[in-house]
């Protein structure tokens, strides 16, 4: 587990700036707080972030603005994700941007800054003048990003226990397979009983919805990556027709598919 105890200087007051970038195959940041903001932004995985009570699904091409002293935790079990971390001092008089979480697109100008600091990690002070003028500069185009809003709940639930981590993973590898609790059971060496109590004990949700919530947020990240259309998506992620996946997409998000893919290609 990473904690902020690795970044000892992400809380001095006399630090303007800090970065923190991370290759890994897991993450997890146990509940933490700093008294500075950030912004954190993912390639190449799926970012689980829990702030008071909810539980939030950072997808492809977004990014999360996190306040100074907002207690939160991150989660990643993806096989291998670049995780970029922001800190930014608190200033006066800050807009009503800055004083609140939210998932947002992050364009293709804001991606290309982002990914610009690969390489770089710590502190960064006014001595040195690119990366503190690059970092400033960052922060303040962020309000422009207001409108880039996903207009979709981002949301979903995400088990604790072992066993349902296991089986977590292995739905997350077999989406496009008709797998039935039965199946899911009998394969875990659980009984269908055992299993659906585990669901509603862990989660408070059966495993049907679980199942649904995985391929939805699965398909919000292929739709987001432009690679597939939208027949291959629902195929992809367990639907054997285009209506029913649209169905249950709008089901969860509210809006329908075809929508959320224009609104990301709009931003790109």
């Known amino acids: 587990m990473l904690n902020t105890d690795y970044f000892p200087d992400i809380n001095n007051e006399e630090v303007d700036f800090y970065i ?5 195959y897991r993450i997890e940041v146990g509940t933490h707080e700093h008294n500075k903001s950030q ?16 539980h939030w699904y950072l997808p492809a091409r977004c ?16 096989k291998s994700v670049d995780m970029y971390n922001f800190y930014f001092k608190t200033e006066i008089d800050e807009g009503d941007f800055y004083k609140e979480y939210n998932i947002y697109y992050a364009d293709d100008l804001l991606r290309e800054m982002f990914l610009f600091t690969k390489k770089w990690n710590g502190a960064v002070t006014s001595n040195d003048i ?22 979709v709940i981002l949301q979903h639930a995400f088990p604790k226990d072992k066993k349902l981590l296991e089986i977590a993973d292995y739905l997350r590898d077999n989406l496009e397979k008709n797998l039935t609790i039965d199946d899911i059971a009998k394969k875990f060496g659980l009984s269908s009983r055992t299993l659906s109590r585990k669901f509603k004990d862990g989660l408070g949700i059966n495993y049907v919805r679980f199942l649904r919530s995985l391929r939805i947020t699965r398909s919000l990240e292929l739709i987001s990556k432009n690679q597939f ?19 249950v997409f709008y089901k ?8 959320y893919s224009k609104i990301t290609q709009k931003k790109k």
């Open 130 to 151: 690119v990366k503190y003028n690059f970092l400033k500069t960052i922060k303040s185009i962020l309000p422009e990003m207001e409108s880039s809003k996903i207009p």
């Open 252 to 259: 969860v998000t509210g809006i329908r598919p075809t929508e």
């Open 229 to 247: 259309n939208m027949y291959e998506i629902a195929m992809l992620v367990g639907y054997n027709s285009l209506s029913s996946f649209s169905n």
């Open 39 to 54: 912004l954190l932004y993912a390639e190449g995985g799926i970012i689980h972030i829990f702030i008071n009570g909810k």
């Open 20 to 24: 923190r970038n991370l290759n890994s």
């Open 63 to 78: 990014f999360i603005w996190i306040p100074a002293f907002t207690p939160h935790s991150i989660l990643s079990y993806s």
